[in-house]
């Protein structure tokens, strides 16, 4: 049976840990905005311009791949460090 509170926990932390390392990320690098908007998100800054290509579509699937990868072994790191 998994433990609410501690999933809670968990998940609280690694939203935090996430949210701060994009947050400094766009802070150290503005320039990695456009790309990300372009690649991750699939459209443009200016006024939700649709970008829709094979190109994209392999990018972002790469990019959202590795940030999931990522964030799974975040958060497995973390439940397993944090105390139930």
Known sequence: MINTQHLLKVASAWISIVYAICFVGVAIFPGIRPGFMR?????????????????TFISGLVIWN???LLAVWLFTFLYNRIEQ
Do not use: K, P, R, S
Not at 39 to 55: A, D, P, R, V
């Open 39 to 55: 690649y991750g998100l699939h459209t443009g800054i200016e006024m939700g311009q649709n970008i829709l290509t094979f190109g």
């Open 66 to 68: 590795v940030i999931a």
